[in-house]
């Protein structure tokens, strides 16, 4: 029995007073008994904590009682032990840091699709299938015939896209992560730079498992996690693969 429940969130939304929200917030997750790392920036709110039912509902209540966070969704994976080892509270001047200003995915990001969606979608041949995450990630698992943009963080990827994808604005394509949030970044840049038909995977690549049967599935290997668990299989089991030496990874980027 997977007794603790691992909740992966985001929302961008601005947040003027998001320092303060800092220390009440921690104290919180001290207090109920929690343990994750929650990103707050100017541009929103980004985290993913671990505990029992109990726990869990007690501080979905908390964070829900900000009027501002009343539609937060939570994304729900399971395990027999908590993959993180305290509560963290951060501020920084972005929720996943891309390193681009005035990208706003509130207003601008890509078409979402459903998992099925997804599924249908990216088996079109004219589709630009491009995995937005880092190369150790890539290694470890990636959808059949996804591009790899090969980059070793996530500040690098806008670059990746004048170097390889400027040409090809009237391109269909489709772009994943782990959770969604990276992709809601990369989508409404892209947009800014004027492409035209951009595409995400909503929720990202552990809601494509949740939903795809893994005999018809079009994910190949395993899904990198920014918790101790390091890996996810297509049943959502954690894994324990072996990585480069020197990989590196942010806990903020989803």
Same mark, same amino acid.
């Given at each position: 029995m997977k007794d603790i429940i691992i909740a992966s969130f985001y929302k961008f939304i601005p947040l003027n007073d998001f320092e303060s929200l800092r220390e009440p917030m921690l104290t919180k997750m001290h207090e109920i008994g929690i343990k994750g790392t929650i990103i707050l920036a100017h541009e929103g709110v980004n985290g993913g904590f671990a505990g029992n039912r109990e726990q869990m509902n007690v501080f979905f209540d908390y964070l829900r009682s900000d009027s501002r966070f009343a539609d937060l969704h939570f994304k729900e994976t399971y395990d027999n032990k908590n993959p993180f080892d305290k509560a963290k509270v951060k501020l920084r001047k972005e929720i996943v840091t891309m390193g681009v200003q005035k990208v706003d995915p509130s207003y601008n990001a890509g078409t979402y699709l459903s998992p099925e969606e997804w599924h249908q979608f990216i088996q079109d041949p004219n589709v630009i299938l491009l995995d937005t995450r880092n190369d150790y990630e890539y290694e470890l698992g990636t959808f059949k015939n996804a591009i790899n943009p090969d980059i070793e963080n996530f500040r690098e990827f806008p670059d990746?896209?004048?170097?390889?994808?400027?040409?090809?604005?009237?391109?269909?394509?489709?772009?994943? #992560?782990?959770?969604?949030?990276? #992709?809601?970044?990369?989508?409404?840049?892209?947009?800014e730079l004027g492409f035209q038909h951009v595409y995400q995977l909503h929720d990202g690549i552990l809601n494509y498992l949740e939903s795809i049967p893994e005999n018809e599935s079009l994910w190949e290997g395993k899904c990198f996690v920014f918790d101790d668990r390091v890996a996810v299989d297509q049943k959502l089991d954690r894994v324990y693969p072996q990585l480069p030496q020197d990989y590196k990874y942010e806990r903020e980027q989803k």
């Open positions: 990746y896209v004048q170097r390889n994808l400027i040409d090809k604005k009237d391109k269909k394509i489709a772009m994943f #992560c782990t959770g969604g949030i990276r #992709c809601e970044k990369t989508t409404a840049y892209m947009k």
